[in-house]
């Protein structure tokens, strides 16, 4: 039977989401854990990859098994079996085919950024000394939805067939001593959301004008775009599917 696993992880440890050659990944630790307590080689499939240092407060990944009679057992055993900063919040059947990556229809990111040094939170946001200003920000990130081509923020060396996204919220919010940005879309490219972030932030900080933001955007080139922001202010928060999928 195929079902899917939800999932939450402090990105701080880990060299992303998806196995690397020499370095320890959440879907690695997370693949030997299932396959120890199955006694059989399991292989999960990820709803997309987070990069080094990014955190997740929901992610899907689809495993197929043979069927399990007692599922909330089996997530409190597997979360035993894991270390303290990965945990399972869910797992559920699904439709045979069901795919975490190709039937989301949607993944939604925050950014958070701390305007007050906090001791108990500096490895998950970013702290700026200086506030930006956010309805700058915000005029950037309008500018964001009427666009579909995002290769000026993508990785350069990719091998993605599009840079093409359907960008279906980008706001930034203002939530006591942070702010947070919320970026919604059908996909996205690698290292996408930070170089965002990083740009938004010079037009908020009044080193970018607003209007220059599309002039970035259609020369479809990195080095226009700004710096990317920290890894660990990122969050992939929600990966949203069609209700169809579950059993």
Request: with cysteine.
């Given at each position: 039977m195929r079902y899917f696993i939800?999932?939450?992880?402090?990105?701080k440890n880990y060299?992303?989401?998806?196995?690397?050659?020499?370095?320890?990944?959440?879907q690695e630790v997370l693949e030997k854990t299932l396959t120890t307590f199955l006694r059989t080689e399991i292989k999960v499939t990820g709803a997309g990859r987070t990069d080094t240092g990014v955190h997740a407060k929901q992610l899907f990944a689809h495993v197929d098994m043979e069927?399990?009679?007692?599922?909330n057992t089996m997530q409190h055993r597997l979360n035993s079996f894991l270390p303290k900063d990965i945990s399972i919040q869910d797992i559920f059947p699904v439709q045979d085919d069901a795919h975490a990556r190709f039937d989301a229809t949607a993944r939604e990111y925050e950014y958070h950024i701390s305007l007050k040094k906090d001791v108990f939170d500096h490895e998950y946001s970013y702290?700026?000394?200086?506030?930006?200003?956010l309805t700058l920000m915000n005029e950037g990130a309008k500018i964001l939805l009427g666009h579909q081509d995002f290769q000026c923020f993508s990785r350069s060396k990719t091998d993605v067939k599009t840079y093409?996204?359907?960008?279906?919220?980008a706001i930034w919010e203002e939530r006591g001593d942070a702010l947070v940005f919320i970026i919604q879309a059908d996909r996205f490219l690698r290292n996408m959301v930070r170089a965002v972030v990083g740009t938004l932030l010079e037009i908020g900080y009044g080193?970018?004008?607003v209007n220059e933001l599309k002039t970035i955007l259609d020369s479809k080139n990195r080095s226009n775009a700004g710096a990317s922001a920290p890894a660990h202010g990122l969050y992939l928060?929600?990966?949203?599917?069609?209700?169809?999928?579950?059993?």
């Amino acid at each position: 039977m195929r079902y899917f696993i939800e999932l939450a992880y402090n990105g701080k440890n880990y060299h992303g989401w998806q196995i690397q050659p020499d370095a320890i990944s959440v879907q690695e630790v997370l693949e030997k854990t299932l396959t120890t307590f199955l006694r059989t080689e399991i292989k999960v499939t990820g709803a997309g990859r987070t990069d080094t240092g990014v955190h997740a407060k929901q992610l899907f990944a689809h495993v197929d098994m043979e069927k399990v009679i007692d599922l909330n057992t089996m997530q409190h055993r597997l979360n035993s079996f894991l270390p303290k900063d990965i945990s399972i919040q869910d797992i559920f059947p699904v439709q045979d085919d069901a795919h975490a990556r190709f039937d989301a229809t949607a993944r939604e990111y925050e950014y958070h950024i701390s305007l007050k040094k906090d001791v108990f939170d500096h490895e998950y946001s970013y702290l700026v000394h200086q506030k930006p200003d956010l309805t700058l920000m915000n005029e950037g990130a309008k500018i964001l939805l009427g666009h579909q081509d995002f290769q000026c923020f993508s990785r350069s060396k990719t091998d993605v067939k599009t840079y093409y996204c359907d960008i279906k919220k980008a706001i930034w919010e203002e939530r006591g001593d942070a702010l947070v940005f919320i970026i919604q879309a059908d996909r996205f490219l690698r290292n996408m959301v930070r170089a965002v972030v990083g740009t938004l932030l010079e037009i908020g900080y009044g080193k970018l004008p607003v209007n220059e933001l599309k002039t970035i955007l259609d020369s479809k080139n990195r080095s226009n775009a700004g710096a990317s922001a920290p890894a660990h202010g990122l969050y992939l928060a929600k990966v949203i599917y069609p209700k169809t999928i579950r059993l």
